[in-house]
């Protein structure tokens, strides 16, 4: 069987921008398809002809019924089925690449277009286009490639195809050879005169390692379908936090100015210079000031009961107009 380094190192690029399933599934690939395959396929199915015998002496008889009986080598079938299945990983893998050189290109445009010293608005625009196209492909600090947008389609695309071929491969598998191998092969078939028994080498270690290939495809089968169900729900997450995220921008905007309609008028002192006066329910503060006035007019002109043995003179003025006049403009 032919060397399998060069699909090998292909896949493994593949590894490095898949999902967690999909990596799982390349190392079932890679160790318990290909490899036990390779060491062991040739050594189980190597005397497969030369070791089918028939009890006639017929010529060519026994060639038509080893024909009969494997219409393709199962080594050759399952090498076939491998090449196929890696197939759409392997376009999925051109499709990174191109992206990834695409990026380059556009990252490399744009260092040109921002040295240069005279920008005019066509290089404005020129810029803001790059940026546009380089935003649509979404690469991690490490250099690997985001499963979003186009990319997604092609990777569920090449899932779906890995799906399909591998659940028809093991079909085939089941229609042409069964389960199991059985020791004895009956044939009737021209040229052979009449019923021919032809017996096949080591039917039951080819039965255990038939058995274990077919295990090992269902296997791959429902990792793949593992993998469309976590991409399904993956699309689901990010398109709900994406509907949360723009329900609470305007929320946010809204919550940021509770007080939009009320006016408050703050002291511009940094501390007051004295304690504020007490306040009167349903008075505003020019009417509690024209308040305060007339209560110390008040009593300032029942001046005799609060100054006793004082009496003012007839020259002099009441202290009550100038203390009356001097409120009345400090207050105003």
């Known amino acids: 069987m032919g060397d399998w380094g ?6 493994d690029q593949v590894q490095e921008h898949s999902t967690v399933v999909g ?6 690939l890679f160790i318990f ?9 040739e050594s189980v199915w190597g005397d497969e002809q030369s070791d089918f015998q028939c009890n006639t002496a017929q010529p060519g008889c026994t060639n038509v019924c080893y024909d009969q009986a494997f219409p393709i080598s199962h080594v050759r079938y399952w090498v ?4 196929f299945v890696s197939t759409p990983t392997l376009i999925y893998l051109g499709h990174v690449i191109y992206l990834s050189r695409r990026e380059e290109r556009l990252r490399q445009k ?5 040295a240069l010293l005279h920008k005019d608005p066509q290089v404005e625009q020129a810029l803001a286009t790059i940026e546009r196209q380089m935003a649509k492909i979404s690469i991690t600090e490490d250099g690997r490639m985001r499963i979003r947008g186009a990319l997604m389609g092609t990777y569920v ?3 779906i195809c890995k799906s399909v071929l ?14 199991t191998m059985e020791p004895v092969f009956v044939c009737h078939r021209r040229p052979c005169p009449h019923f021919v028994d032809c017996f096949v080498s080591r039917p039951t270690e080819k039965t255990i390692f038939i058995i274990f290939m077919q295990v090992v495809g269902l296997i791959s089968l429902l990792l793949n379908l593992l993998e469309l169900v976590y991409l399904l729900f993956r699309c689901l997450i990010r398109r709900i936090k994406a509907g949360q995220g723009q329900d609470a921008s305007p929320a946010q905007g809204t919550a940021s ?3 939009a309609d009320q006016v408050f008028y703050l002291p511009m002192g940094k501390e007051p210079s004295s304690e504020p006066c007490p306040t009167y329910s349903g008075l505003s503060s020019t009417e509690q000031n024209w308040a305060n006035l007339t209560t110390e007019e008040r009593l300032a002109s029942s001046g005799p009961p609060l100054f006793l043995g004082l009496s003012p003179q007839r020259g002099q003025k009441s202290p009550s107009n100038s203390s009356s006049s001097t409120s009345k403009k400090q207050y105003l």
């Open 80 to 83: 076939l089925q491998f090449l």
């Open 110 to 114: 744009e260092g040109e277009l921002r």
């Open 33 to 41: 398809r290909i490899l036990i395959l390779g060491l062991a396929g």
């Open 166 to 179: 591998e659940a028809g491969f093991l079909y085939g598998q089941w229609r042409l050879y069964g389960w």
């Open 157 to 159: 695309a090449s899932v």
């Open 6 to 11: 060069f699909l090998e190192k292909l896949l």
């Open 257 to 259: 100015e509770p007080y």
């Open 23 to 28: 990596k799982v599934w390349l190392s079932v």
